[in-house]
């Protein structure tokens, strides 16, 4: 084995890098519309392309080789789904992180089966269509309260910082069981593991310290949690993990630390990025805001799909290839990493009559923006689903003038993220 992958360690460092560069620092503080010019060409000429290593990692490795960057809606609904050629055990995230920052936040997301399937099976009582209806009218009145929040003030407010980042987080406390005193710090732990590689987040610290802070904070609070419900078990989801048995073993405490750090990370910063990019994508049609308020219950179905496949805010996962297999005429080999970018996916003129518009109406939407199928593919996407549709019908009904300014832009190469969004409304009497 360790022939093999000197092998094909010294094969991958003979490719020539594509020319089209998507590892540049510079290239992801574009616009996610600068950068599709790039993936247009990609999707066209070279879908599946050798790319260098991620310029500027959390934690670089000189041995590294580079990656193949997959652009094309049906490849990378092909890697999702073959979960045995490209696995996710050696790592998802493109960038490369600390190990002690893997081990802290990313539980069953980057396990193969069978660990990740029972991993997963755990939760997944949760997150039932069944028990996510149960949840519409808790969404629904969370979605208001936060709305009434600032509906009256002077009508000119952050919407991320007094909106959207608020309702994804009360979902998520009120799942978790997790007080509101400790709200705000869910929220900085997530944000800042994802911030790693933003230049006004980190603030003078290294990505790896940045991260590490949100992953210690979040870790604090499950430890509290783990706790409480050992000595007073209740019905919720905490008090499921801390009594659960896989393989006949409890979850470590770090285990259930991991877990809570996933769950943070992938349930609160992506449905409040999508409802900041949304709010603006609606600012700039409105055409189509009031197609949708023209018959809100009839039209938000087919609407929050294409909020999602428009925002795409987790734009990258990698898996690792562990067999020599072929896609878009490349030859892959066992070992190399392979990127899948599914903010390209979601603009690919093959799946998407004119993909750059936004099209509430767009049936069928075939989009990758919770994965590309298989057994990684998004656990709480009926949640998210859900939480976007409660939040637009308070903004779009309460605030029907909801006018958003420039959105401020979080540089990194994962999240398509909005620090701050300056909206303007006529305030509610
Ligand atoms: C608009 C909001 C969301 C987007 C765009 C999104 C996107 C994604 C994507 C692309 C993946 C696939 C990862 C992969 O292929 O390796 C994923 C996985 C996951 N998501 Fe989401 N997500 C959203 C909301 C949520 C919420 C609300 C939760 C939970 C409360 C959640 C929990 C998870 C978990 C646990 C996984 C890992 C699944 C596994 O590995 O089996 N996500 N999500």
Redesign the pocket.
Known sequence: MANDTAVTTSMANLRAHCSQDVSSTRFWRLTSEQRDETFARLREREPVSWQRPVEDAVSPDPDDPGYWAVVRHTDIVTV?RDHRTFV?GHG?QFDLLPTEVLEMSQS??AMDPPR?DRL?RL?SAA?TPKRISVLDDHVRTAAREVVDGFARETGEIDFVERCAAQL?VRV?AD?FGVPYSLRGSVREGAAAIMAWADPESLAGRSPAELQMTGCTTLHGIASELVAWRRKTPTDDLFSGLVHARIDGQQLTDAEIGAFFV??AV???D??TH?ASLTVKALGDAPDQRDWLLTDYDARIHTAVEEF?RF????MT?RRTATRETTLGGQTIQPGEKVV?F?SSGNRDTAAFHEPARLDLSRNPNPH?????G????????Q??RT??RELFRQLLTRLPDLSAGEPDLLGTNFMRGVKRLPVTFTPER
């Open positions: 999702s996710s998802v069953f997301l990740h997963r939760v997150f994804p998520f799942m996933l769950m992938a349930g609160t992506t449905t999508t999602i925002a795409s805010p987790v996962f899948m599914y990758v923006g919770f994965g590309g298989g057994i990684h593919y998004c656990l709480g996407n949640l998210a939480t976007l």
